[in-house]
């Protein structure tokens, strides 16, 4: 063997040898190292950085402010007349009123995260005066559609949707006394989750990173990306299609509360499980007789998906349910007796609330020698938006005085769609006049002023 | 040292530090990469190093069209015997084999994160370490003969490579993909060769030449094939048309060559990220590397009767095409974990250190010669 051919058959020998030694190790699963301090060219770049996103904060700035509004609402606020000792008492101070930002839909609508009865107030300074008018509201996913005063420049049609793509930069607006807030807002590449009052995951962000629920998010470019929301104390942002897809609907079909099916249902449990025989789903413990489902379901059925998607929990499958809308289907997958079935609940005959289509979501009765008491009011209701309350006493509609509850139904379906009646109510003894509007949604657009 | 034993190893020597006629000085750019790259200066941006893809491509049509031109024009000079080609192929397969086998036991006892599965990831790295660099060496001794069988395992790494670009990058008929890769390359061969025929005036000419080596390689970054195969197969074509066609086409070429190699090495020494992954990889890959071609060099010697320790000599400097490929890799996965081309890279660097002791101090290499 030659001198060359020992040295050679000695390296493959010795890496032999390193082989089986280093393949002895496993690699370490190593902690991320964060650096102390940057090196001075990365502080500079960074600086660049920061200067940068100003410049493109202001420019996207200037470009979605026309479609932009903010809305000032405080729902502790007393009614009015108020006198000085309900401005200086605890129903005004500051922590009471909140600013919300709104997104223009229409050139007199916006979509805002705007729930319950808060009312609005005209912004201080606004020389229009004009206070923004609640036309509808979806009370599952508490976003409203409102009146909003008429902008000649705002272009919001303009302003194109965006699907947010993490990690990124976005602007997120936020409302204040002042108007609106701009801002840049890094979101990382947080997990998605599902919510049963929305179609589409939502993005979950830090508690600290947003300010306030119903801020709006857009993109570097001024793309609408979407709202931000809580859902079970998670800060969350819902996408844009799905706020603007309620704000349409909102605008075609007008209020509608959360479909009520009629029925208790109660988790499956692994003895109700075992007893039944299926795994999961959940159990159909009562149907109400006079419930919109009463010739579908039954008791003891086990509803395992809806509309194709499993169901895992009561909350979620009320949810879902809730968030149907009237003119939609709904699909059912039930177990009953051990067989499959294919279930559609259709159309609800009972979407609106009882008495709400005449008296514009009023539940009345008669007060002999009074005139006419409210029982219940819709939220988000055409009585709603003008004050009423459950317990006022309307002493005159117009010139009728004392109305009985059929004479206010006639008086308020001949009233025009743009045209207002004065109501003279009694409210805890106290005495006040309310404008009551036509009813539904997008008609009663204009309000007084 | 005996007198003269130096000049005889001059070519190993520059292509050990990358000043060959076909090699720019890799070490140095590759250096000057790290420097400017992001994990440095960061003049070179990851952003910024996104937009050299088109120069990757194009550098390496050029470079493929350089190893099918050499290849054709050694044929044709009678250089090159199917014998030669076999040695440096058979070489070639040995530390593909060697390096491929060694750095998957590691890679899979190891579980090492990398942006492919750890089969995947041992084949580039093989693959990657088969090249040698390029070295011209005339005259027909035995220096001359272990030079050619260097020279001539770039065709190993064109060829499976276009079979590893075509599988990263996702397609399923690798056959009909390679083969799709050749007609690619005849046709825009075929198309720039009718153009160069027709031009009037050295500009015309220049013009033609830069537009369809960038064809070469923009087609096949497109269609997420080996540029490197493509502009092969141009090389080849060019090299069979008339003489003043190949010449016109070559001293053109030459002038894309240096300043887009250049880029290249720049570019791979940017990408290059300094984590705990990399010093696990690129240390055993620059010694299995080296047992790969010493186990090479002791088979293919024995076979072809040249001294080993001389042919250890010619095939331990690494090549660029290596890199060129880990690049192309790097392109068709389109991710942001640049491992493998990192470790591609400074395994090169530090197997060109290496190989310049090995030159220098290599005895056996020295008493070879002397014998020849």
């Known amino acids: 063997m030659s001198r060359e051919t020992r040295l050679l058959l000695a390296t493959i020998t010795v890496s032999a040898v390193v082989l089986v030694a280093l393949s002895r190790f496993r690699f370490p699963e190593r902690p991320a190292i964060v650096a102390a301090s940057a090196p001075p060219l990365e502080l500079l770049a960074a600086r660049a950085t920061y200067d940068e996103l100003s410049g493109v904060v202001a420019t996207v700035e200037s470009r979605i402010s026309p479609s932009l509004v903010v809305l000032r609402l405080a729902p502790n606020i007393p009614d009015e007349p108020r006198t000085l000792s309900d401005v200086l008492g605890s129903g005004t101070s500051d922590a009471a009123v909140n600013h919300v930002p709104g997104l223009r839909i229409g050139d007199t609508t916006a979509i805002a995260a705007v729930d319950g009865d808060a009312r609005f107030f005209a912004l201080p300074g ?57 801002r840049p807002l890094f979101v990382g590449g947080g997990d998605r989750f599902l919510d049963p009052r929305w179609e589409s995951p939502l993005l979950a962000v830090g508690a600290v990173a947003l300010a306030s629920p119903g801020s709006l998010i857009f993109s570097l470019e001024g793309q609408f990306l979407g709202s931000v929301v809580v859902e079970e104390g998670t800060l969350a942002i819902a996408e844009a299609r799905e706020v603007v897809a309620t704000a349409d609907r909102l605008s075609a079909l007008g209020s509608h509360g959360p479909f009520d099916a009629g029925i208790s249902v109660q988790s499956l449990t692994t003895q109700l499980a075992a007893a039944l025989g299926v795994d999961h789903g959940v159990l159909i413990a009562e149907v109400h007789p006079a419930g919109p489902v009463a010739d579908v379901l039954q008791s003891l059925d086990v509803i ?25 289907d709904v699909t059912l997958t039930v177990i009953r007796d051990g067989g499959n079935l294919t279930l559609s609940l259709g159309q609800s005959p009972d979407a609106e609330p009882p008495g709400s289509v005449p008296l514009g979501g009023l539940d009345v009765t008669a007060q002999p020698g009074s005139g006419t008491r409210v029982v219940s009011v819709a939220s988000g209701s055409a009585g709603a938006t003008a004050g009423l309350r459950a317990g006022d006493v309307i002493r005159r509609a117009g010139h009728v005085s004392q109305p009985t509850p059929a004479q206010l139904a006639a008086i308020v379906q001949t009233l025009a769609p743009d045209a207002y009646l004065a109501l003279t109510i009694d409210r805890a003894g106290s005495q006040r006049i309310l404008a009551f509007g036509a009813i539904g949604g997008p008609a009663d657009a204009d309000a007084p002023r | 040292m005996p007198p003269g034993s130096w000049r005889a190893f001059a070519p190993a020597r520059h292509a050990a530090l990358g000043f060959s006629e076909h090699a720019a000085p890799s070490l140095v750019f590759v250096l000057t990469g790290v420097v400017l790259g992001p994990e440095l200066l960061d003049v070179l941006s990851v952003n910024l190093l996104a937009q050299f893809d088109p120069a990757v491509s194009v550098t390496l049509a050029v470079l493929g069209i350089f190893v099918g031109s050499g290849l054709s024009a050694a044929a044709s000079h009678g250089r090159v015997t199917f014998w030669w080609v076999t040695g440096a192929t058979l070489q070639g397969l040995i530390t593909f084999g060697t390096v491929a086998a060694a750095m998957y036991l590691l890679l899979h006892q190891w579980g090492l994160p990398l942006p492919v599965d750890p089969l995947t990831g041992a084949a580039v790295l093989g693959l990657c370490s088969t090249v040698s660099a390029a070295v011209r060496e005339t005259g027909s001794g035995t220096a001359s003969n272990a030079a050619r069988i260097a020279d001539f395992d770039d065709l190993l790494l064109v060829a499976l490579g276009a079979f590893a670009v075509a599988w990263l990058a996702g397609w399923s008929s690798l056959v009909v993909v390679v083969g799709l890769t050749l007609v690619a390359g005849v046709v825009i061969a075929v198309a720039g060769a009718a153009l160069l025929a027709f031009s009037g005036t050295a500009p015309e000419r220049s013009v033609f030449v830069t537009g369809t080596v960038f064809l070469l390689g923009g087609a096949a970054a497109y269609t997420g094939t080996s540029p490197l195969v493509s502009g092969c197969v141009a090389g ?137």
């Open chain 2, 236 to 372: 080849l074509l060019w090299a069979r048309m008339q003489r003043s066609v190949t010449a016109l086409v070559d001293s053109d070429l030459k002038k894309l060559q240096h300043p887009l190699v250049v880029i290249l090495l720049i570019i791979a020494g940017a990408s290059i990220q300094f984590t705990y992954q990399l010093l696990w990889l690129a240390a055993p890959l620059v010694l299995f590397r080296l047992t790969g071609k010493l186990i090479g060099s002791l088979v293919t010697a024995r076979l072809f009767g040249l001294p080993a320790g001389l042919l250890a000599t010619y095939l331990a400097p690494p090549g660029l095409l290596g890199i060129a490929l880990a690049l192309n890799i790097q392109q068709v996965l389109s991710t942001g974990d640049t491992l493998l081309v990192s470790a591609v890279t400074a395994s090169t660097v530090a197997a060109e250190l290496l190989a310049l002791v090995l030159v220098i101090f290599q005895p056996l290499a020295l008493s070879s010669v002397e014998a020849a």
């Open chain 1, 126 to 182: 606004d020389p229009s005066g004009i206070i923004p008018q609640r036309l509808a509201t979806d009370s599952v996913r508490r976003l409203s559609l409102l009146h909003v005063s008429p902008d000649p420049g705002s272009r919001l049609r303009s302003t194109t949707l965006g699907e947010l793509r993490t990690p990124t930069y976005v602007v997120v607006v936020e409302g204040t006394r002042a108007g609106l807030s701009y």
């Open chain 1, 304 to 328: 395992t998906t809806l509309n194709g998607r499993p169901v895992d929990s009561v909350d979620e499958f009320l949810l879902r349910l809730a968030r149907r809308i009237p003119e939609s």
